[in-house]
């Protein structure tokens, strides 16, 4: 039984705790294993749960609040022998430098230089990656990558679509996202990418040995 199940959170306080566990996951990246939350008693009566339920409240009116790009973002460029403690997530400090990062995370397509295309495509297998890694999943999971829940409106993959995190030149010649993205409320296609801009994107990447081959080796398989 997952801890959230044990201590029955509400809504609010899973999302709590899912902050906290992406604490935990890049706590553990730099060998530091400490339980800043315990798991045998409830989590919700130690000092430091105030802190992560105070990144939540930062972030609730947020739709697109990643927190595992938020700690990343606290965590990076930080010195080995040092950490990222739990009191240090509420600041202001922290928001910004999750703002940062996560506008530098974001993907520009504009150009149609082979280099550009490539970095782009290495970019966001690289992002793909990490969630792969976090969710304990093989290298190549699209299908779990762009698949959603029975209440969700969309995929985690497709949600980081939406941010721009994610290459439109890979979502134009992806399997996985066009099989979603066929079933999406004509609405929601449109804030991500237009089907007119896909085939624009699609027509690029085809045109460019280069960066197609490029694209094919990497993605293994998942590029049309």
Not at 64 to 93: C, G, H, S, W
Request: one cysteine or more; a positive charge.
């Amino acid at each position: 039984m997952e801890i959230w199940q044990k201590f029955k959170f509400n809504g609010d306080e899973y999302k709590v705790w899912q902050i906290y566990k992406a604490y935990e996951f890049y706590s553990r990246k730099r060998r530091d294993y400490r339980k800043y939350l315990p798991i045998k008693t409830d989590p919700r009566q130690s000092k430091n749960w105030k802190y992560f339920k105070q990144v939540h409240q930062n972030f609730s009116k947020n739709s697109v609040f990643d927190p595992y790009i938020f700690m990343e973002a606290q965590f990076r460029n930080v010195p080995k022998d040092k950490t990222v403690y739990p009191a240090q997530l509420k600041t202001k400090i922290a928001i910004e430098k999750y703002k940062e990062h996560r506008e530098a995370l974001k993907i520009k397509d504009e150009s149609d230089e082979t280099t550009r295309i490539i970095e782009n495509m290495a970019s966001t297998f690289k992002f793909m990656k990490k969630w792969w890694k976090r969710h304990d999943l093989p290298i190549d999971s699209y299908s779990e990558l762009f698949t959603k829940s029975e209440n969700e409106i969309m995929s985690e993959g497709m949600l980081y679509c939406l941010q721009g995190m994610i290459s439109k030149y890979f979502m134009s010649t992806s399997k996985h996202f066009l099989q979603e993205y066929k079933g999406l409320d004509p609405d929601v296609k449109w804030e991500i990418v237009t089907p007119k801009e896909l085939r624009g994107y699609k027509i690029k990447l085809r045109l460019d040995d280069d960066a197609y081959n490029f694209a094919k080796e990497v993605f293994n398989g998942e590029i049309l």
